[in-house]
């Protein structure tokens, strides 16, 4: 195999020149990952369900208006979604989860489920939403943990802003 050495050029102090052999280029075909398999392929699989949040990127809160007894605020709605779950080992570990949403202004909403036991077959929730109402304007990190007896299952955030 051979690698062609194209010259670079230094300039040294005093006007002195210096040529030097470059990098070697990568050969076209090799031993490097991202080259070894297509770019589609490349990537690893899901070995594990993961959760995925969605809300509005940005947000602009109206300024308090002279006279206004309070300062305004703005309702944000934020969704999750629990995605690959046909890759989990035991389904019944993400069975009738408990939703624990913190919404980086030291507030949180939880919501317990009431839910029969879990039987072979039982639909597991894969959606959720919440809404909170935010009175600054900021960059809010918003998580959503899902968890069963006090212990998080799964967890996932979106970054939220407000601005003026």
Do not use: K
């Not at 509005?56 to 006279?67: D, F, S």
């Amino acid at each position: 195999m051979r690698f062609a050495l194209p010259i670079a050029g230094v300039l040294l102090g005093a006007g002195v020149f210096a040529a030097l052999p470059a990098a070697p280029e990568a050969p076209e075909s090799g031993p490097w990952p991202s080259e070894a398999l297509p770019r589609s392929e490349a990537r690893p699989e899901a070995t594990e369900p993961r959760l995925t949040l969605r809300g509005p990127r940005q947000l602009m809160l109206r300024p308090r208006m002279p006279g206004e007894a309070r300062r305004p605020s703005l309702d944000v709605n934020v969704s999750a979604r629990l995605e690959d779950l046909e890759t989990a080992e035991d389904l019944e570990d993400y069975y009738c989860l408990e939703e624990v949403w913190d919404w980086d202004d030291d507030t949180e909403s939880v919501y317990e489920p009431d839910c029969d036991p879990y039987e072979e077959g039982s639909e597991v929730e894969t959606y959720f939403f919440a809404s909170h109402r935010f009175s600054l304007p900021g960059t809010y990190r918003v998580w959503l943990r899902l968890q069963r007896s006090g212990q998080t299952v799964i967890a996932g955030n979106v970054l939220i802003r407000i601005r003026n």
